[in-house]
């Protein structure tokens, strides 16, 4: 037996508005966790990048400053 033929003779509500309630109920859980799991990584990868970027223009920035008053020696 199909799922089709398991919901032909149910109401719309039932389809549209019980069926993905349950769902949510059920796994809510379960999706909280891997939105929370997604979310958090992708803050740390844009924490990271933005670490090391600013350690880069920090390194850039004193060796320019560095080299410029060496050549003024």
């Known amino acids: 037996?199909?799922?089709?033929e398991l919901l032909t003779?149910?109401?719309w509500w039932v389809?549209?508005?019980a069926i993905p309630l349950i769902a949510?109920?059920?796994?809510?859980?379960?999706?909280g966790?891997?939105?929370?799991?997604?979310?958090g990584l992708l803050f740390k990868v844009l924490l990271f990048?933005?670490?090391v970027g600013g350690l880069l223009y920090v390194v850039r920035r004193?060796?320019?400053s560095s080299s410029s008053s060496?050549?003024?020696w």
């Open 15 to 17: 389809k549209w508005v």
């Open 62 to 64: 004193f060796r320019s």
């Open 9 to 11: 003779g149910v109401p």
């Open 70 to 72: 060496r050549d003024e």
């Open 33 to 39: 966790a891997v939105l929370s799991f997604v979310f």
């Open 24 to 31: 949510l109920v059920v796994f809510g859980g379960l999706i």
């Open 1 to 4: 037996m199909a799922v089709r």
């Open 49 to 51: 990048v933005a670490l």
